[in-house]
């Protein structure tokens, strides 16, 4: 479709009761009416739900789909029907356009300031954005700049004579502005066995194209494309032909040993198998082709004491490969990394190539074009001046004030939850429930809006500035900023998403769950919306939040963020046998012909079965206000992707597909089957036994 046909639905009143078209027994609350103060007799009825949506009503007789077979298609048949992905596109979802609308408001500030004939004050967020959109829109002075402020860094990778010059050139390229490639990759983030304090992380290899790809045989074909991308990349740098295709080779048959040592996507999110602490003198026996001591002075990480590993057994690979007789494939590693990285901030071929391979790789059969692209990356370069924007001009205290609600019923409710889980003892319930207590809410925007914002400064054109010296400069913002935080107590009422993000999210070490501004609005959340369709919409969404504090990953960790093992070894083996039954449920499901992974997404599909169970307990026997909130929160996962894209997902996402999330979801609730009359019969049916969650 047309990208702003579906901005109209966002403005209309949406009492979504999409699913009880024809079968829900009684319109009449039941047993929890009194919950939402609702007064039935106002509300729209299923019938007319969708009138002046610009969408039609689904119905089963005129679809031929029934909701006791594929409650997703049956809710959202009608919107995807009218949903054509445009040739920009991956995917549409309702995640991706409320970003584009957030993206365009933005953009028109943009267009103001950059037309507008005025200076404004040096630091003002006016500045920067006026000043940045020039830097990123004159190609001309992008193509004369070229890669001239990184050249003398990728002449001394290019130029190193020994894996000891090679190692100390990409170190200093990685303290001084944050670029990894093999080595010498770090961050700065809580330590997860101690909450309160910061810890060096020392970062996995850049995997490019990814493990996920390199070593799935169906995707190979991806793997080729990606590697003339490669050889495309180096002879724009240089190389001639020869040069160029002899590097690609190099680089892949590095990569292909890389990540055969690498951990899988869903190990990464196991604190278990990542939380390695090694002191300076253990990593030097870690990597003993290395002088350790002199590359974290290059990191400016020197004197800490301790650092984490993350990926033992790929840093031991790391290690095996740095000889002499690799030295010209790690430099060329290195320097395809860096001209990826910075390729859509440099000129116009480099740009184009990196462009032409993210399209192919997705299934995009058309770019964004000049502008879009170039409005799009003054946004990402200057966050927090776009955020302040935003809230300024849309964030409604109320909204968040009735949010704020929402979320303490869910709390209340997890709590009830918890208390009745016969498999926990009552000492592992009263740990559960602190978490709960403890837990922080973040809803709308910082307090105070973080340093890096003044800390960024934008140089014009007019002096000597350019694209790309201007993110060497908010790389190395970013690299200042986390080198401060070392030796400081941990901040958790600072920020790390900016309000115009469109997404919700769990922090484990902060024990905090996060609702930026831009998610409070439809279709997730409207303040006219009725009782059911707002617990199926951000209610939804912040149980699902809320329950990854219990998740596979997230129950490892205490009220106070640290990795500590709370469950007794009896109540973890009850923990790891339900997971597993979690796990063989989502393995029987496809999409695209392709099995869902189950263990890749275990952690996603737990925090969505704990959702369900949580919205559908608030709710109760109100068979009304249920209807309401399955087919809200069907509808909120609509989504039409390319086939491209739909493969990478599977490969990567740790989220099932959203047809997957919806169907899997309410098959194994016992309230779908009460309000729907789902029997052995339908395709939605799952049987009493076989039906799964931790959080029942």
């Known amino acids: 479709m047309k990208r702003r046909l579906l901005a109209l639905v966002l403005a209309a009143s949406m009492a979504i009761q999409l699913a009880g078209c024809g079968n829900v027994r009684s319109a009449q609350a039941e047993g929890s009416a009194g919950r939402g103060d609702r007064d039935l ?20 007789d005129t679809s ?8 997703y298609e049956y809710v959202n048949k009608n919107l995807l029907d009218k949903i054509e992905l445009n040739a920009t596109d991956a995917q549409w979802n309702w995640f991706g356009e409320l970003n584009a609308v957030v993206s365009e408001e933005m953009e028109e500030i943009i267009r103001e300031l950059s037309m507008d004939g005025n200076t404004y004050e040096r630091g003002s967020s006016a500045q920067k954005i006026k000043d940045m959109y020039e830097c990123v829109s004159n190609m001309e002075n992008r193509n004369a700049t070229g890669l001239g402020p990184l050249k003398p860094h990728m002449d001394s990778i290019r130029n190193a004579g020994s894996i000891a010059e090679y190692v100390d050139a990409v170190a200093k390229l990685s303290g001084e502005f944050g670029f ?3 080595i010498g990759g770090f961050t700065v983030m809580q330590d997860k066995m101690d909450s309160n304090q910061y810890a060096v992380y020392m970062m996995y290899a850049d995997t490019l194209i990814g493990k996920e790809y390199i070593e799935n045989s169906a995707a190979q074909e991806y793997v080729r494309l990606y590697f003339d991308y490669v050889e495309d990349m180096l002879l724009e740098f240089g190389m001639d ?22 951990l899988t996507t869903e190990q990464y999110y196991d604190p278990s198998i990542t939380y390695n602490a090694y002191t300076a003198e253990e990593l030097q026996q870690l990597y003993t082709n290395v002088d350790v001591e002199k590359m974290l002075k290059e990191l400016n990480v020197a004197g800490q004491d301790k650092y984490i590993v993350m990926d033992v057994g790929q840093a031991q690979k790391i290690n095996s490969l740095l000889v002499e007789e690799n030295l010209q494939a790690l430099k060329d590693y290195s320097t395809f990394v860096m001209l990826n990285d910075v390729a859509e901030y440099t000129t116009e071929t480099y740009a184009k190539l990196n462009d032409d391979i993210h399209n192919a790789l997705y299934g995009i059969t058309e770019s964004w074009g000049d502008e879009k692209t170039w409005m799009g990356l003054t946004q990402d370069l200057l966050p927090w001046d776009f955020g302040m924007i935003f809230v300024e001009q849309h964030f409604s205290e109320k909204d968040k004030q009735d949010v704020e609600g929402i979320i303490e019923l869910i709390l209340e409710e997890y709590e009830e939850i918890i208390k009745r889980q016969e498999w926990m003892s009552e000492a592992t319930k009263q740990k559960a429930i602190r978490k709960l207590e403890t837990m922080q809410v973040k809803i709308g925007y910082p307090d105070e809006w973080p340093k890096a914002k003044d800390m960024m400064q934008v140089t014009p054109i007019s002096e000597g500035g350019s694209l790309l010296s201007n993110l060497l400069v908010s790389m190395q ?4 900023y986390s080198l401060g935080l070392l030796g400081t107590t941990v901040d958790r009422s600072e920020w790390d998403v900016t309000p115009q993000t469109i997404n919700a999210m769990y922090d484990p070490v902060n024990n905090e769950i996060v609702f930026p501004a831009a998610i409070l609005q439809a279709p997730f959340y409207d303040s006219s919306y009725s009782y059911g369709a707002n617990l199926g919409g951000i209610g939804y969404i912040i149980a699902h939040e809320v329950s990854h504090a219990f998740d596979a990953n997230g129950a490892l960790y205490d009220e106070y963020g640290n990795y500590n093992v709370w469950w007794t070894e009896e109540e973890m083996a009850e923990y790891e046998r339900l997971s597993q039954s979690i796990v063989d449920y989502y393995d029987g ?108």
Request: with cysteine.
């Open 241 to 262: 032909a020869a040069q160029a295709a002899a590097s690609a080779d190099s680089i892949e048959a590095l990569l292909r040993d890389i990540c055969a040592s690498t």
């Open 477 to 480: 913002v970013s690299i200042d």
């Open 589 to 696: 499901y496809e999409f695209m012909g392709m099995p869902v992974n189950g263990t890749l997404t275990l952690s996603e599909n737990i925090a969505d079965l704990g959702a369900l169970t949580c919205i559908a307990s608030i709710i109760g026997n109100d068979r009304r206000a249920l209807d309401e909130a399955f087919g809200q929160m069907a509808y909120n996962w609509a989504c039409e992707s390319t086939e491209s894209y739909a493969l990478y997902l599977l490969n990567v996402d740790t989220h099932s597909p959203n047809k997957i999330r919806v169907n899997a979801v309410l098959s194994s609730c016992d309230a779908f089957y009460e309000i729907y009359e789902i029997g052995p019969k339908d395709g939605m049916y799952v049987a009493p036994e076989d039906r799964v969650g931790i959080w029942r």
């Open 180 to 182: 990894s490639s093999i």
């Open 41 to 60: 007799s106002t509300e729209q009825s299923a019938a007319n739900a969708f009138d002046g949506l610009g969408v039609e009503s689904p119905a089963p």
């Open 64 to 71: 031929g789909v029934r909701y006791q077979d594929d409650y």
